[in-house]
């Protein structure tokens, strides 16, 4: 009963933070990912996702699994960390809990939860290496764990950074050599022909890759550092790795290592969580960094508490759904024009196809939506919708 | 006793399925992957053809007003590339199917052909 009632609040905290997520609107990645459109990632996660495209409140729905997901994954973390101490267990459960990551990143519908998810299940494999009872399970499990390291990889591409586990895992499974290389190699080879048949990922790939190289190297080692510290609100960042550092974790040090050039190369604000798994992993491997089990969490949750009234916390709408929502209420068929650089966040909101401002293209509009200037629209039988953030034209 | 030399068949069964399951999903993986590349290979294989098929396009999308995201090359034949165009939207997204001629960079619906 009690951990019934654990678990009812520790959904209630999800459902909360997915709530705050969709009062704004959808992202530009969350809307790639809710429409299927096919770029960067691999059409696993995205493709499931689509399927309930058609159903009311999809977008919440999938923000409430999302968050939902991250947060009750600390029921893993417990089982991750059943040799500890229940006031250690406790103390890891609140870490998880109150990391910045988890609170900032649940109700985000984007692949790096699941990618950190994905992370948690291997650095539990990995971890669970150290029980008697590996040898029976290793061999019994193995084709399950090539099956979910390609299942990741066609979630996410950066799945690949947890690379180094997964050789861990397959090392100590202790399996047939070329059985084990097949296993991790073949799926990395999928990934990269998948790339090699999407002209556009490939593209977007070459883009995200290079688009820091204009920044000095200190920034990045900067922005990389403090993307380590908000991950685990910084006492489990700190322990996460002292841990991993003294028990000589070297597979999750490795995969450590790749977050951090990861994050160097192709920062976005939504990659930190990526260090959340390595960094339990890290504290379960020695409990000793929780010696001060108690002080440790009151530190998490004063910082958990600090950062969020700290963060710009956004209560409003997005400009596409507002402008959206007026324009999906015109009866008149036809495309909407959008002048200037926009997000699929555009797309999602619209009930219309949605096409960019070209002047020969009016004949065709019912909308226009001017978010840079888009000469010839007034001439051109719209008239202006007024107390709107953008300038929209509406035909007459 | 008779009970648990089954258990230990079932789960002998289960690991020798499980890397059946493994590699029935990489090759149907592989499969699908490599008839993409197999409609793309011209664009490897002809860096003249690559060029000319990114520029024809983007000019293509810029005049149509289409976001490069919803187009699919389809095929590759001659001086034609066959494109699909589909705007994604909640909903049904409506598409359309272009041939686009490469040496003149004129745009015919499909059906025309």
Known sequence: ?396 | MELHNEQILRMENLKHKQWHIFWITTLVVAFAILLRLWILLPLYTDLTMRNRTQALIQATAKREGWLLSGLRIERIEGDSIRLLYRSYIRGEDPQSCHNLHTSTGKLTPCDDS
């Open chain 1, 1 to 396: 009963m009690r951990r019934f009632l654990v678990l009812i609040g520790i959904e209630g905290y999800a459902v909360l933070l997915a709530l705050y997520r969709g009062l704004g609107g959808v992202h530009t990645d969350e809307a790639k990912y809710l429409l299927d459109i096919p770029y960067p990632h691999p059409p696993l996660a995205r493709f499931i996702l689509n399927l309930t495209e058609s159903l009311p409140y999809n977008e919440l729905r999938w923000r409430i699994i999302f968050a939902s997901l991250l947060v009750q994954a600390v029921w893993l973390v417990v089982c991750m960390a059943k040799k500890m101490s229940p006031e250690n267990r406790l103390t890891l459960c609140g870490l998880w809990i109150f990391s910045a990551s988890v609170m900032f990143q649940s109700g985000t519908i984007m692949m790096a939860v699941l990618t950190a998810l994905q992370g948690l299940i291997f650095v539990w494999l990995l971890l669970d290496a150290g029980n008697t009872k590996y040898e029976i399970r290793n061999t019994n499990i193995a084709g399950w764990v090539a099956l979910f390291w390609l299942a990741s990889l066609f979630t996410a591409y950066q799945a690949v950074l947890y690379l180094p586990i997964v050789i861990a895992i397959f090392w100590k499974a202790k399996i047939n050599p070329i059985h084990s290389v097949l296993a991790i190699g073949i799926p990395i080879l999928l990934a990269a022909m998948y790339v090699a048949s999407n002209p556009l990922a490939a593209a977007s790939f070459i883009k995200a890759g290079g688009q820091n190289t204009g920044l000095p190297l200190f920034d990045l080692i900067q922005v990389s550092l403090m993307s380590w510290l908000w991950a685990g609100s910084a006492v489990l960042s700190v322990a996460g790795l002292i841990g991993m550092l003294k028990s000589k974790q070297w597979a999750m040090l490795f995969s450590f290592v790749l977050v951090f050039a990861f994050h160097i190369t192709s920062y976005r604000a939504y990659y930190p969580i990526l260090f959340l798994p390595l960094l339990v992993g890290g504290v379960i491997a020695c409990p000793w960094v929780l010696r001060k089990s108690a002080l440790l969490l009151a530190m998490q949750i004063v910082i958990a508490v600090y950062v969020f009234a700290h963060t710009e916390l956004a209560f409003y709408e997005t400009g596409a759904r507002t402008v959206m929502r007026q324009v999906n209420q015109l009866p008149r068929q036809g495309t909407v024009l959008i002048a200037g650089g926009f997000g699929h966040g555009w797309q999602y909101e619209s009930r219309s196809p949605i096409l960019r401002y070209r002047p020969s293209l009016l004949s065709k509009a019912k909308a226009v939506v001017c978010l840079e200037e888009c000469p010839g629209v007034s001439g051109y039988g719209f008239y202006q919708i007024e107390n709107i953030p953008q300038e929209v034209w509406i035909r007459k």
